[in-house]
């Protein structure tokens, strides 16, 4: 968001009754921007960045759908818990079982 009531930090009371001495200044940082521009020379360059069905998928290519030989499908709730990691809710289960 961007206007008045933008949604940002500390987007409430703003004094829009101020009219003299006071500037409002954008700061632009670049880390998101630089983090994309990073990977998609990676992805341009590196060959092993990542597997060419990915590759061709991700510009649009015909590919033939892949299978993951030892994809198992979760019987139970049990099946979708990993050791040492809290155990996922209503909402990512559904999304971990549409997959």
Do not use: C
Not at 38 to 60: E, P, Q, R
Not at 76 to 98: M, R
């Amino acid at each position: 968001g961007g206007g008045k009531d933008g949604g940002g930090k500390g987007s409430g009371n703003i004094p829009d009754q101020i009219t003299d001495d006071y500037i409002v200044e954008y700061i632009w940082k670049s880390t998101s921007f630089d983090r994309m521009q990073n990977a998609l020379k990676t992805f341009a360059i590196d060959d092993t960045s990542v597997t060419g069905y990915i590759y061709h998928k991700l510009l649009g290519h015909s590919v033939e759908q892949q299978h993951i030989a030892t994809a198992r499908v979760p019987s139970s709730e049990s099946d979708f818990t990993v050791p040492g990691l809290p155990a996922l809710n209503e909402s990512q289960i559904e999304a971990v079982a549409a997959v």
